[in-house]
């Protein structure tokens, strides 16, 4: 095992002896139980740690009559920047349902990533992935309206959109008739303004992005947002994307904070805005047929575990994001909060009141009128309190 695949597993604090460690527990105990053992913290005892996990595990396995594989482009350790809740969805399932379904994690990218997921979960190749929303929106288009900028960007607004009925009346029958089940959404933080060593910022208002070469995803309506704000879109795969930040190909571009943490920007990036214009969600999908299959006791368990790791997340968005910064402000990389002055520009120049909308939004929803039923959904708290930046 290399290096660089025990740092897939666990923070690249890891010491040396750390590393060494992990081989003879995945020599001796497995991969899945090694994993488990060092992400314990507990030096003392891993080894009998990784024993008991593999035992349980196995127990687990056997009692179980079902088995629910999960996918993820992510390593384990990832939450503490990166709050995806791996464990707690497998722990919460197995739980909540009684051991009736044993969930197998499949992390770091092992059965693919991004959209490769979102295809393997709607052919039934694995039951559930965890993907980002604007992966799913091609094989689901529907769920792509939170890319429209400014009307569900914070927090906040994103929680009570993707929890109100509105939503579930709306978009999740959409997303049933693709052949999926969104088990939960991830709140990690907005999409943010963040560029390149090299280039002068911060930004503080879209007059400050004219002639700016800014990535983007293959979203339409992403590129769309950029071109309305003055920036010259520039679309790059994300395995690309690094070198073409510090090529120069690209000046910025625009993960939350702890996606750009964890996928190893802070080298090469100098500054970075919240500009709070679109939710950079991520979501539990399932595959619909398979989920509709199980007993009816079973389905509402898994439910009701994805609502408890659902409010697990809500609680550790901040100390993710504060994590990610304060790393970040280890390299120099300096922070910028828009006044409210600058917002309204920002919002006024792209905003999803704009007329440059209605077509996206009629060919997602259908009418006007239904979209204007979800911004007051995204308006309207519901009981789950998340913090914002």
Known sequence: MTEERI???EDKSLTTVDRRRFMELTAKFGFGAAAFAMTTGI???REAKAAGFRQEEKERKRAAKYTMNIATGYRLGASRTYPLMQLDMKENIQNATDGKIYVKLAPAGQLGAGSAL???VQGGTIQAAQHSISNFAPFAPAADVINIPYWCGENQRFVNLVTSNAWKNEIHPKIEARG???LMYITIDPRVVALRKGVDGPIKTPDQMSGIKFRVPGSKILQQYYRLIGANPTPVAWGETASAIKQGVADALDPSVEALLVFG??????SITFTGAVPDAQVYSCNLKWFNKLPLSVREAIEFAAEITFRQNLAKVPAARNYAMSEMKKEGITFYVPTASEKRQWVNKAGA?????NGIKKELIGS???FDRLAEAANTFNGYYVHDV
């Not at 009141?353 to 909308?357: C, K, N, S």
């Open 43 to 45: 030096v003392g005892t």
């Open 353 to 357: 009141h704009l007329p440059a909308w």
């Open 7 to 9: 740092e897939g597993i």
């Open 180 to 182: 999926f089940k969104a």
């Open 265 to 270: 920007f802070k080298d090469v990036l100098s």
């Open 118 to 120: 979102v295809q393997k």
């Open 368 to 370: 006007l009128s239904r």
